[in-house]
């Protein structure tokens, strides 16, 4: 398993404009400016992000980018999956790797679930994710 420069971007893009969603419409060229990405790049991801129905589009002078639902319902795994970033640690197409098949899959679970319980709301908020030293309670 390995995440791209796509995932990371789609994900750092998203929590920018959940950020900066209070003021209206976030233009592209704003988010490209504060995060040091390219404008162009970030068009491309958040078209996939517009057609998973993730973000909305407004045209015009004061157009932009919004979140077409509540930052505390739109999880990483969803930015992940929208912009076809593979969770998966397994390859077991062959007789070797059968053997650690099991292994991967765990992880690749274990991958998917942490991703799935973590929303843009809980980093805008800046809380600690579920399972990390800062996130996990101690009863």
């Known amino acids: 398993m390995r995440l791209t420069t796509r995932g990371r971007y789609a994900v750092t893009a998203m929590l920018d404009l959940a950020l900066h969603s209070e003021q209206g419409p976030v233009c592209v060229n704003a988010i490209a400016r504060r ?3 390219s404008a162009a790049y970030l068009e491309r991801l958040f ?3 517009r057609d998973r129905g993730l973000v ?3 045209r015009g002078a004061r157009g932009g980018y919004e979140l077409c639902r509540c930052a505390g319902e739109i999880s990483v795994a969803d ?3 929208a912009v076809d970033e593979p969770l998966d640690a397994t390859r077991c197409a062959s ?3 059968r053997l ?3 292994l991967w899959s765990g992880l690749t679970q274990h991958v998917r679930d942490y991703l799935e319980n973590v929303t843009l709301a809980q980093l805008c908020r800046g809380d ?3 399972g990390t030293a800062a996130g996990v309670s101690k009863s």
Do not use: K
Request: charged content about 20%; some cysteine.
């Open 35 to 37: 995060q040091d990405i």
């Open 47 to 49: 078209r996939a992000l």
């Open 56 to 58: 909305c589009s407004t």
């Open 79 to 81: 930015i992940m999956a």
């Open 95 to 97: 007789a070797r790797n």
């Open 100 to 102: 650690t098949c099991e």
């Open 128 to 130: 600690s994710p579920p």
